[in-house]
């Protein structure tokens, strides 16, 4: 399809998050959660969550493990990056990305599927709940960061447990509604 014949009002969105091991390129995702709904009425169509085994534990930074929930017990059924990086194409295809603060996880998205040899099936533009709220909510003087944090509390929106992957797709996913609606 023809990139100028895309009506990017008509693709599905898939909100998405990823834990990480840090924040520097030699970082790896551990989790990928996902909700996908369907394009003009938002319908969750299905979500889920991908466990990603890390190979590079020696670079982790140990905060950003202890941030995201990582332990080996809970990862014992992991995937590998590249099975894990197929399972989600399996959702993606067509669609657009929508994340809070996407650039990061966009950046280790890409990075990844160049890593195993993949190529994105998604749009190559996306959607970011920081951007929305900051045009959305920047003279409100509560917010300060506008991070999903404070956007959920403003919008009473039950977190779940921040920092795992499939709980902030959601509430990415709560948060852009909101954000529509403002």
């Known amino acids: 399809m023809e990139k100028d014949k895309i009506d990017v ?3 599905d969105l898939v909100f998405f998050d990823t834990e990480l091991t840090g924040l520097d390129l ?3 995702i551990v989790e990928i959660g996902f909700v996908k709904a369907r394009a003009g009425t938002f319908e969750v169509i299905e979500e889920g969550v991908i466990k990603i085994k890390p190979v590079r534990l020696a670079d982790a930074n ?5 941030i995201s929930g990582y332990n080996k017990p809970d990862w014992a059924e992991a995937v590998d990056l590249k099975t894990g990086l197929e399972q989600f194409l399996q959702h993606t295809e067509g669609c657009m990305l929508v994340g809070q603060n996407l650039a990061v996880d966009m950046m280790f998205l890409k990075k ?8 994105p099936n998604y749009f190559y533009k996306g959607l970011d709940t920081f951007s929305l709220g900051w045009s959305k909510l920047r003279n409100n003087s509560k917010f300060k960061r506008f991070s999903l944090s404070e956007m959920s509390s403003h919008f009473q ?4 447990t921040q920092h795992r992957a499939l709980d902030d797709a959601r509430t990415t996913y ?3 509604l909101k954000l529509l609606e403002f």
């Open 157 to 160: 929106i039950d977190p779940g």
């Open 26 to 28: 030699k970082h790896e």
């Open 174 to 176: 709560r948060v852009f």
């Open 62 to 66: 140990s905060e950003a493990l202890a």
């Open 9 to 11: 009002k008509e693709m």
């Open 112 to 119: 990844s599927l160049e890593e195993c040899g993949l190529k």
